[in-house]
């Protein structure tokens, strides 16, 4: 079937994907712009093989690869990295309180990633119930301070440490599997976890949540303005990426290195498999539940429904869509995918598919993100022609 035979179908298709959401006549509206849009790229395609547009195609083409290559070098740069944290300090002082907000929002999800980041890509472990650590902090300080009127600052030490502990356990289970029986079994303990605290109801109130949860304290002011809780999440960001930065170029950064590259291999030249896959669940839950207190603290109540499945995929995507072992990728895939939709609140029914529809032309176009990292196996397959000559010199 040729490409322009198969525009209608694709149109037909993406408003059968779209009726449950949309109704009967935006779902037409849906499938005939995806039909429009399919038909233009097969035009414009043709247009590029046939050589009536390869020349200007082609320089198009390079000069966006240098671009988007100048900006992943300069992400690197710390000169630049220095500016850009001057500039995200002043921020808040031009913004209003719910822009200032959603920034705080971001900056929690940014922790999350992340810590995510360190299990998925340094690690190479797929982690599917990654939420189950950020409620484990979230519920950790609501009880800690609900029942004992435990302070934030000490609480985010438990949480962390309770989270990290979780993670461990998480692990222990799971250290001879791989790939998506790996993923099947975090799926479960994120589903299991969530359970729990909608069920235990003479503990975590169940479905109701926990209400009045303490605000932290600086001394003697109290957090409670959008504005406060931004410069408290724009340092505790500042502390996850400095941390993370360290562990991916430490000796246990390039365990998991090997390990993400070909675990059997890694195993025969001494890696010790057990303790660097239990540490990367442990730091990686850690980070976690620095969020999740973080969060708890901020919103004064938490419930089950904050802690979904869909939250771990939202995580995921937000690594895989930055880059994968990439800290400025990351950083960059959390601020897209929590400003964005705020952004475009009007089209809520949509964001699920908009989502879906961005990750599959992600893993067409750019399947190594949109910041790839530096070093890997691009970078380890890019120098294997080297080794080979000198190996036959």
């Known amino acids: 079937m040729s490409a322009y035979a198969r525009v209608p179908l694709i149109g037909l298709w993406f408003a059968f994907l779209a009726l449950p959401l949309a109704g009967w006549r935006n779902s037409l509206w849906i499938g ?33 690869t240098t671009a988007w290559s100048f900006i992943e070098e300069k992400s690197y740069d710390k000169r630049y ?80 440490a309770c989270s990290a502990l979780f993670g461990v356990i998480l692990g222990i289970p799971v250290l001879r599997l791989r790939g998506d029986y790996l993923a099947i079994v975090t799926l479960g303990f994120g589903e299991i976890i969530r359970l729990v605290l909608n069920n235990w109801d003479n503990v ?45 170029k430490s000796r246990l950064g390039r365990a998991w290195a090997a390990m993400r590259e070909d675990e059997t291999v890694a195993e025969c030249v001494g890696v010790n498999i057990v303790y660097t896959k239990l540490s990367a669940f442990a730091f990686g839950a850690a980070w ?71 990750m599959v032309l992600m893993m067409v176009l750019r399947p190594q993100g949109l910041l790839q990292a530096k070093g890997g196996r691009h970078h380890l397959e890019r120098d294997e022609p080297q080794g080979e000559a000198g190996a036959g010199r």
């Open 32 to 64: 005939l712009g995806c039909a429009l849009v399919v038909l233009i790229v097969s035009v414009a395609r043709a247009s590029v093989q046939s050589g009536y547009l390869a020349w200007p195609a082609g320089r198009v083409k390079a000069g966006f």
């Open 81 to 160: 990295w220095s500016l850009f944290l001057l500039l995200v300090i002043a921020l808040p002082w031009t913004l209003d309180r719910y822009s200032t907000d959603v920034l705080v929002i971001t900056g929690i999800y940014i922790m999350l990633a992340l810590g995510l980041n360190v299990v998925v890509g340094f690690a190479g472990l797929l982690d599917l119930g990654y939420v189950a650590f950020y409620a484990v902090g979230a519920y950790s300080y609501a009880l800690l301070n609900s029942w004992y009127g435990l302070s934030f600052w000490p609480a985010l030490g438990v949480g962390v």
């Open 204 to 248: 975590t109130q169940g479905p109701n949540g926990i209400l009045g949860i303490g605000r932290p304290y600086l001394g003697d002011m109290r957090l409670y303005k959008p504005m406060h809780f931004y410069y408290l999440v724009l340092a505790l960001c500042v502390i996850t990426i400095f941390i993370v930065n360290r562990l991916d």
């Open 288 to 358: 976690a539940g620095f969020g999740g207190v973080v969060f708890s603290a901020k919103q004064t109540f938490i419930s089950p429904e904050s802690f979904t499945f869909f939250e771990s995929v939202i995580i995921l995507c937000m690594v895989v869509l930055g880059g994968m072992a990439s800290i400025p990728g990351v950083m960059l895939g959390a601020f897209i995918l929590t400003v964005l939709p705020e952004a475009l609140r009007e089209l809520t029914l949509f964001r699920p598919m908009l989502l879906g529809g961005a």
